[in-house]
């Protein structure tokens, strides 16, 4: 690693009971299992030997949470990292949404508005949100590490705006709860330095 230039620390928050089912959680606030509360804390170790001088959670409670276990301490809630908002498809799993749109597809289809707590998202939006996220935190990354605990969806756009992709390009990066992966960059150009870790191989 360079000297003076940190990683890019991503967390995606440990499991809930609609993570496990294959529910699509955007701003439904869902608490950790107990599974994701333990997979959160084993993540602690490996984030306890990095030079972190910055963490930023969504505001959802299962990502607070999950950097609390993990030992990230003053972390500050950014609403830029809420998860993607699936409007009228909020709390359903891919295969309830297919049966009223056969091959439906989330990075290709999009979601339709929900109610006022849920009005959706395209995913430009998404990427807007993760663009601004990046252009805050890339200079912080001079002084070391810095570390975001987030969501599954947010965090693959998110990266792959940081690797210069269309965002549609986050669905080659398959994120599982409870992981940890990182950013970096290598002779000036953003490169993955590792993916989708579990907890007992961070």
Request: zero cysteines; a negative charge.
């Amino acid at each position: 690693m360079m000297a003076g230039m940190g990683e890019l620390i991503l967390l995606r928050h440990g499991e809930t009971e609609w993570s496990a089912s294959g529910r699509h959680t955007g701003r439904t606030d869902i608490p950790l299992t107990a599974h994701g509360e333990a997979a959160a804390a084993a993540l602690a170790p490996a984030l306890a030997r990095r030079d972190i001088r910055a963490v930023f959670t969504s505001p959802a409670s299962r990502a607070v949470r999950t950097a609390e276990l993990a030992g990230l301490r003053d972390a500050k809630p950014d609403p830029d990292l809420w998860e993607w908002d699936y409007g009228g498809y909020e709390g359903l799993t891919t295969a309830q949404i297919q049966e009223d749109r056969p091959g439906w597809y989330l990075w290709r289809d999009g979601v339709i508005p929900g109610d006022a707590a849920h009005p959706g998202e395209t995913i430009a939006q998404v990427a807007a949100r993760a663009d601004t996220v990046l252009s805050r935190v890339q200079p912080l990354l001079a002084d070391g590490d810095v570390a975001l605990v987030a969501h599954g969806h947010v965090l693959r756009v998110l990266t792959a705006r940081w690797l210069g992709l269309d965002p549609d390009g986050g669905r080659l990066f398959r994120l599982d709860t409870g992981t940890f992966s990182t950013l970096y960059t290598e002779h000036g150009r953003p490169v993955m330095t590792s993916w989708n870790v579990p907890p007992a191989s961070a």
